[in-house]
């Protein structure tokens, strides 16, 4: 619950509008899709908008989209300004108009006209250019046109360029953020308890050994709860002194805990404005780029807590 300070001071700064977050983000998709068409003229066979994974996934235009919308992104973090449900709807149909806008200009500086001397439309222009899409074959020549089949991989692109333009603004919509304070908040992790012993070789038919090895896999990940209900008591008891031992206990242990296949991370997260803040934790599963994180329950954090603890 915001304290009286903290009401004031949201009082006091009010609602800020997002045009600054709108404009930023204006900014960096109009240089990415210069970028974009900078070298489709310089070169004769790259469009990175047309790079697609496995035929289908528009690969290339979530880069140039995620490119584009870094600016949103950018400029929420550094003024605070939230990014709301209604503004992430308004990037994606920012997202969305500025392709098209892209490709009119593209075509504006054309000059198309046809054969007989009036020009060359918009729609016209658009839907031959869709129509005329083919796969390059492994000779590098061009396959045949894909028709109507054309608009199949027009949408994606759009759809592409338009979600990973939400991939950034997204992301920081679910940061931690402080309302009193109308600042996004900062995550620091502090340990990471075992949860879990070492894995063991066991031959398949030693079924004895798996039940024993799985029971001493249970107590661990017992015992590592209850260290992590430990260190939330000291928190929310405030006993400062007891919580950086435990902390310190813990980190001694730190490199040997993070090769085990269980641990449990736990973090602060805190504001750094008003010093409110809360205990974090999370249950890590595996290694490497396959890590399973699940969350487990956060405690609120009084101030001069977060405070003494957030200098460390």
């Not at 016209?124 to 046109?145: L, M």
């Not at 006993?239 to 085990?260: C, M, N, Y």
Request: a positive charge; one cysteine or more.
């Amino acid at each position: 619950m915001p304290t009286a300070p903290q009401i004031q001071l949201r009082m006091a700064r009010g609602e800020r509008s997002p045009a600054l977050v709108i404009l930023s983000g204006l900014g960096t998709t109009a240089l990415a899709l210069l970028g974009v068409y900078l070298l489709d003229i310089a070169t004769d066979d790259f469009h990175i908008m047309g790079w697609y994974a496995n035929y289908v996934l528009p690969a290339g235009a979530i880069i140039v989209g995620v490119v584009a919308s870094s600016g949103y992104g950018l400029a929420s973090w550094f003024t605070g300004i939230k990014i709301t449900r209604k503004l992430l709807w308004t990037v994606l149909a920012l997202q969305i108009l500025a392709y098209f806008a892209a490709q009119y200009i593209e075509f504006k500086q054309l000059h198309l006209v046809h054969r007989e001397g009036h020009e060359v439309g918009f729609f016209e222009y658009f839907d031959a250019v869709t129509r005329s899409f083919a796969w390059k074959q492994h000779d590098g020549s061009a396959g045949q046109p894909l028709g109507m089949w054309g608009y199949f991989f027009r949408g994606l692109e759009i759809l592409g360029f338009a979600a990973g333009g939400l991939i950034v603004p997204a992301a920081l919509r679910k940061s931690p953020y402080c309302e009193p304070c109308q600042r996004y908040m900062r995550a620091k992790q502090l340990c990471l308890i075992p949860a879990s012993v070492p894995v063991k070789k066991i031959k398949k038919s030693d079924a004895e050994g798996k039940v024993a090895h799985e029971a001493e896999q249970n107590q661990a990940l017992e015992r590592g709860k209850g260290l992590l209900e430990s260190l939330r008591q000291a928190a929310a008891a405030n006993r400062i002194p007891e919580f950086q031992t435990a902390l310190s206990e813990l980190g001694a242990r730190r490199k040997v805990t993070g090769k085990l296949p269980l641990r449990i991370s736990v973090s602060l997260v805190r504001c750094l404005g008003c010093d409110s803040g809360r205990l974090e934790a999370a249950l890590l599963a595996g290694q490497g780029n396959k890590i399973q994180r699940t969350d487990l329950d956060a405690a609120s954090l009084e101030q001069d807590f977060v405070r003494a603890i957030g200098r460390k």
